[in-house]
Nanobody
Framework: VQLQASGGGLVQTGGSLRPSCAAS????????IAWFRQAPGKEREDISC????????YYVESVKGRFSISRDSAKNTVYLQMNSLKPEDTAVYYC?????????????????????WGQGTLVTVSS
């Protein structure tokens, strides 16, 4: 599968964005797609995923209640709805998938299993 992220941009504090991750060469239903982000000078952070096994979702504590991940099988796309954005959400956002050889029985694989990456999309939140 190949992934392409888009939908970043510049938004004011409190605003919303909905980056998307379009898949090709595979169906999003069969992969536990995750969103990561990397802020300037910081390590990459695993912020959300949606499980291929049971549809369960994961959110890092800092985005719980504000971000929502969803999957549209018809469009073969995963979305990350981001509300109540804060300046600390400023980062390059990446979507990723584990290889098809990873068997997922529940939840999402650990972050180090994600080896298929889309290009990043920049999200900038102004104060």
């Amino acid at each position: 599968v190949q992934l392409q992220a888009s939908g970043g941009g510049l938004v004011q504090t409190g605003g919303s964005l909905r980056p998307s991750c379009a898949a090709s060469g595979g169906t999003v239903d069969r992969y536990s797609i995750a969103w990561f982000r990397q802020a300037p000078g910081k390590e990459r952070e695993d912020i959300s995923c949606i499980s291929s096994a049971d549809g369960s979702t994961y959110y890092v504590e800092s985005v719980k209640g504000r971000f929502s991940i969803s999957r549209d099988s018809a469009k073969n796309t995963v979305y990350l709805q981001m509300n109540s954005l804060k300046p600390e959400d400023t980062a390059v956002y990446y979507c990723a998938a584990p290889p098809s050889t990873i068997v997922v029985v529940a939840g999402c694989p650990p972050a180090n299993k994600y080896t298929i990456w889309g290009q990043g999309t920049l999200v900038t939140v102004s104060s």
